[in-house]
């Protein structure tokens, strides 16, 4: 039976990076609705309930512990979360299909068909469904297509509304975000079901910030976005290859170009490439729908950013074994920071396991250190068993090492005792620096072989 206590009682399908966080921040912001995470994984839904949580991200245990159990609950009973719900959001996880027809780019849409055909089975009043998963255009329309089946006469209104979170940042970024976008139909019952959203949002956003639209707008805003964003990336990154060879400094460039007011400085870091879960899955997700539809051509031009993406990490391996007398095998090389970006455990599509794998191809004796990421790190390389060392220390990972590789920019790894590294690594110690941390001119004065990214090396020997 809906709790009298609250307003409404609000549903999340799926505790996972965006469940979690962004259901926490509403029962932060909302005391009046009663929300209710659920998810089929009983090991994460039992974290959510202690103060370690299944993912770390700054700020968010402070939310979680306000709210939970006041008007935030966790549960493993999906049916009865369904059943109680006036508003179900769903954010499952959406990867790419690896078999079958659009195998490796397509959307595997296994997990959300299933919460469509659950929320059909168990429903018996009607209800309103958030897309919050990033879908491939038009599947709110097929939602609800399979919600209208069955005789049971019940009103199902779907809204698209993505979430444009990033990780490491996800408090910050669900606390003021740049804009929350709500797509549904332009129809009487689709605009309430939209304000339905908006009323929520609005207790703690400003209205300037929702933006509304139709649901097809809606859900290929998200696949752009996150398409523009690693556009940019691939962009600056295919610039970095250019600059070591002409001189010019990366860094320098994307100051320069930063500056223009129409190109704007965010997003053009230089980096061994991008990473986390959902770039590359749907910049592909774009790709293949082109295909589908028969744009060659843009969806060739999208899927080139994931191809100089790829030749970053084999780029940033070939310069460690050239810079290092063209052979790795049997070398110590430590790899500080292997989640995919810095202030989260997530790994997922790191450009350290890319690099890993083509460092082990070469034979090198790989050690990843990072102050988070190591179960996630040993989860993904579990292949390699004991053949890659890990150790959260970096200085115990770069002693006696060859070469120190920086993948992900963890702030501790700006105030190491670079001096000290040195003295315990293998000479002539290098250093590849692959997100342009470090200060440089000061590795190279310790006595480094220094590999900046997109800037000429320093180097002590030069060959004649
Ligand atoms: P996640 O893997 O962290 O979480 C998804 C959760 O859904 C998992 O815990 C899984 O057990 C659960 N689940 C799957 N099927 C279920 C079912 N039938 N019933 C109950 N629970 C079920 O994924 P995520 O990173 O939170 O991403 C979710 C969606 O949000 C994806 O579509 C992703 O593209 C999108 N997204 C992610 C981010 C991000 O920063 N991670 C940001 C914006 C959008
Ligand atoms: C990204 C988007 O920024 C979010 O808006 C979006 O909601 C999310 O994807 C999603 O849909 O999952 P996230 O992947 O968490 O968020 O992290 P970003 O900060 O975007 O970084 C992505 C990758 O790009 C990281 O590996 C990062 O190191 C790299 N990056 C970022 C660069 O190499 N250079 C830059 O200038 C910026």
């Known amino acids: 039976m809906p709790d009298k206590k609250f307003k409404k009682n609000l549903l999340c399908i799926g505790a996972g990076y965006v469940g979690g966080p962004t259901m926490a921040m509403i029962a932060y912001k909302c005391p009046q609705y009663k929300i209710t995470v659920v998810d089929v994984d009983k090991d994460k839904i039992a974290a959510w309930q202690t103060d370690q949580l299944p993912i770390y991200e700054p700020g968010l245990l402070d939310i979680v512990k306000t709210a939970r159990d006041k008007n935030l609950f966790f549960s493993t009973n999906v049916d009865k979360g369904i059943k109680e719900a006036d508003i179900i959001f769903i954010s499952v996880n959406t990867p790419t299909k690896m078999f079958g027809e659009g195998a490796g780019k397509s959307a595997d849409l296994q997990y959300w068909e299933k919460t469509a055909r659950d929320i059909l089975r168990v429903s018996e009043s009607d209800k309103i469904i958030v897309e919050r998963s990033t879908l491939p255009v038009k599947t709110a329309i097929a939602m609800e297509r399979i919600l209208s089946t069955g005789d049971k006469a019940l009103n199902f209104e ?12 996800a408090m910050k970024d669900l606390e003021k975000p740049d804009r929350v976008l709500i797509g549904s139909k332009e129809t009487e019952s689709g605009m309430k079901a939209r304000n339905e959203l908006v009323e929520i949002y609005a207790n703690w956003i400003p209205r300037d910030r929702l933006i509304t639209s139709n649901l097809m707008s809606s859900e ?48 053009l870091k230089a980096s061994v490439g991008f990473g986390g879960s959902c ?116 200085y115990k990972a770069a002693k006696g090492a060859h070469a120190v590789a920086i993948l992900t920019e963890w702030d501790l790894y700006k105030d190491l005792d670079y001096e000290k590294i040195y003295n315990d690594m293998e000479k002539p110690a290098f250093i590849f620096d692959g997100r ?15 590999y900046p990214l997109g800037k000429p090396p320093l180097i002590h020997f030069k060959e004649v």
Request: with cysteine; net charge negative; hydrophobic share 40%.
């Open 220 to 267: 290929l805003s998200k696949l752009v976005a996150n398409s523009f964003l690693a556009q940019r990336i691939s962009s600056i990154n295919s610039i970095s290859a250019l600059c070591e060879i002409v001189d010019a400094n990366v860094t320098e460039v994307a100051n320069a170009i930063g500056k223009d007011s129409r190109i704007g400085d965010k997003f």
């Open 158 to 169: 779907v809204i698209s509304n993505p979430e444009f979170l990033a990780e490491g940042t």
């Open 279 to 394: 770039f590359k899955k749907d910049i592909l997700n774009l790709v293949y729908l082109c295909e589908q539809f028969g744009l060659y051509e843009v969806a060739a031009y999208w899927e080139y950013i994931v191809k100089m993406n790829d030749y970053q990490h084999t780029r940033f391996v070939q310069t460690i074994t050239r810079a290092m007398f063209n052979t790795i095998a049997g070398k110590r090389i430590a790899l500080l920071g292997f989640a995919f970006k810095a202030n989260t455990s997530d790994t997922r599509e790191s450009a350290a396991i890319y690099i890993t794998q083509k460092l082990m191809a070469e034979k090198a004796k790989v050690v990843i250190s990072d102050p988070k990421a190591i179960k996630n790190a040993r989860k993904d390389l579990k292949d390699y068993g004991n053949d890659i060392e890990y150790q959260e220390d970096p």
């Open 436 to 450: 342009n941390l470090l200060d440089h001119a000061k590795l190279f004065d310790i006595g480094y072989e220094v």
